[in-house]
């Protein structure tokens, strides 16, 4: 049996007006999708909670911290339009267990990590399985679905279930932080992963679309090369120097990749992304607000983790009450995200979303870092949490909708990898503003301090090594802990920069969304239901 007005039971294939069968959406593969996506974002989200964990344990220096969440998000960046392909090409039932093995391999490895650098190796298997994750789960449920209305309910669903993952994820890592260790918080990932393979064996229905694609390696290379440059040069710029030769270097590297990933897939027959998708405004908008929003987002969730982890060493246990809210919204919000997506153009919903963000985040600017009270945070970052519900849902919807039904792995994979190289800036960027910031400021502050010669030159030798952030976790009665009043004031300086910077991201999406996007009401119904009607699978 099949689900395909989300309800209504239907075999699990109906015919078209030619005659043909067409594969509809079965509950057990919608059970599987919606566990994976809910996985892969737990793996993401992880983290977060426990970055006060990782510094008081494995004691990482510089950007070291930054990397052990980019390690994750680097190859979801970086691979996920490939994996739409090879969804496409071999099944995605294949790639949804491939990606689920690959997380919990990689979870485990994190879990039992002695050290930093194997904790990034960890980090960055569990990522390559959610690069498949992401864009599979979506196209599974877009390839099966054959209305346009179908079509926004099953995005808002898959949506919300991406949001739950980013809601379970810091209470997982809250309680085990808390009552256990961190580890075991990566190890229960782990098993997830174990439990999503089981899912996906029994229950999914495969499905691909190999007809005209084919694996583009040279788009892959020069894209993979690309980011993972430009990655390293935003991360690495506040401790080796914006003016090091390593960050130099990196942004020419990934400026000259780029734009060789754009000449090769404007020139290969089967590219990993259509150019010509860009052509179509509401596709383009999307696209552009997917980096700049996504960045918004997850930006705000690193300055917070570093605020209330490393910064104010809270336990994880309270590090998580204000992740519940920015992920909670989403998930709660199903019913009214897959109402607006049916009734109302989607610019309405994004561009409302996106100004909820905004002043959200420049509310959380404003407040001192010395307030450590939980109730605080709750107006910032539950509208930050509202804003993202409203627009995570319009944004995949916009960009799927405009893309024909037989392109859902690339339309997937495209809106994944513009949503999640968002993400991936998010800590990338707002670690470096924040901590070139911090840096100054604390490098001012301290020099006037009028410490004695033994506890400023202890000081200065741990900022050296690790910035502001090693000062302020100096132990009191150690050396250089005379400093810390001066540390914990320019981390909280630097990071309310980071929110101010999140905001005026976030505002810029709205605008740009507003006064870019165009169509009546329902016209991205109407557009669908043609693009599904002229493919021949438009299922009545």
């Not at 996920?80 to 919990?104: H, N, T």
């Not at 860009?278 to 987002?297: D, E, K, L, P, Y």
Request: glycine share 12%.
């Amino acid at each position: 049996m099949a689900f395909n007005t989300l309800g209504a039971a239907s075999p699990e294939k109906s015919a078209r007006p030619g005659g043909s069968a067409v594969r509809t959406l079965t509950i057990g593969t919608l059970v599987a999708a919606c566990f994976a996506v809910m996985l892969a974002q737990i793996g993401i989200a992880t983290p977060a909670t426990l970055n006060g964990l990782f510094q008081q344990d494995l004691h990482p220096v510089g950007s070291q911290l930054t990397w052990i969440s980019d390690a994750f998000l680097l190859p979801v960046a970086a691979l996920e339009l490939s994996f739409g392909v090879l969804s496409d090409l071999f099944g995605r039932k294949r790639l949804l267990l491939v990606g689920a093995a690959l997380l919990a391999a990689g979870e485990f490895v994190a879990g039992s990590s002695s050290g930093v650098h194997q904790l990034w190796v960890g980090q960055a298997l569990a990522g390559l399985g959610a690069a498949a994750l992401f864009p599979t789960s979506l196209a599974m449920l877009a390839a099966g679905t054959h209305s346009a209305r179908d079509r926004a309910r099953v995005i808002a669903l898959w949506a919300g279930f991406l949001s739950a993952g980013g809601l379970i994820a810091p209470v997982l890592g809250g309680v085990t932080g808390n009552y256990g260790s961190w580890r075991w918080a990566l190890i229960i990932v782990g098993i997830l992963g174990v439990v999503s393979i089981l899912l996906s064996l029994v229950l999914a229905a495969e499905s691909s679309a190999p007809e005209g694609r084919s694996l583009d390696w040279a788009g892959q290379a020069t894209v993979g090369i690309g980011l993972i440059a430009l990655l390293y040069a935003v991360i690495q710029g506040p401790t080796d120097g914006w003016s090091s030769a390593s960050a130099i270097v990196g942004f020419i590297v990934a400026a000259v990749f780029l734009a060789l990933f754009l000449v090769t897939e404007a020139r290969v027959k089967s590219p990993m992304l259509r150019l010509d998708l860009f052509s179509n405004r509401a596709f383009a908008v999307a696209a552009t607000v997917a980096v700049v929003g996504m960045f918004s987002f997850l930006g705000t969730a690193y300055a917070t983790s570093i605020r209330l982890g490393p910064i104010q060493h809270q336990s994880p246990l309270r590090t998580s009450v204000p992740f519940l809210l920015l992920q909670g919204p989403a998930f709660v919000l199903i019913p009214l995200t897959s109402w607006l997506l049916e009734r109302v153009n989607p610019r309405w919903p994004l561009g409302l979303g996106f100004v909820i963000m905004a002043a959200g985040q420049f509310y959380a600017a404003t407040l001192p870092v010395g307030n450590t009270t939980l109730t605080s945070l709750v107006v910032p970052i539950g509208l930050v949490g509202v804003g993202f519900a409203l627009s995570v849902s319009s944004m995949t919807a916009t960009a799927v909708n405009t893309v024909p039904i037989h392109f859902a792995g690339m339309a997937s994979a495209t809106t994944s990898l513009l949503r999640d190289f968002g993400f991936t800036l998010g800590p990338a960027v707002i670690g470096a503003v924040a901590l070139s910031q911090a840096a100054t400021r604390f490098g001012a502050a301290v020099q006037t301090a009028g410490l004695p010669a033994d506890q400023l030159n202890a000081a200065l030798g741990a900022a050296k090594e690790g910035g502001p952030l090693a000062v302020n976790g100096i132990l009191p009665g150690q050396p250089g802990s005379a400093a810390h009043p001066a540390a914990f004031d320019a981390l909280g300086h630097g990071y309310s920069i980071g929110y101010l910077v999140c905001g005026a991201a976030a505002l810029a999406a709205a605008i740009l969304t507003v006064a870019a996007m165009r169509g009546g009401r329902s016209d991205n119904i109407v557009r669908q239901e043609a693009l599904i009607e002229k493919a021949g699978l438009y299922s009545g």
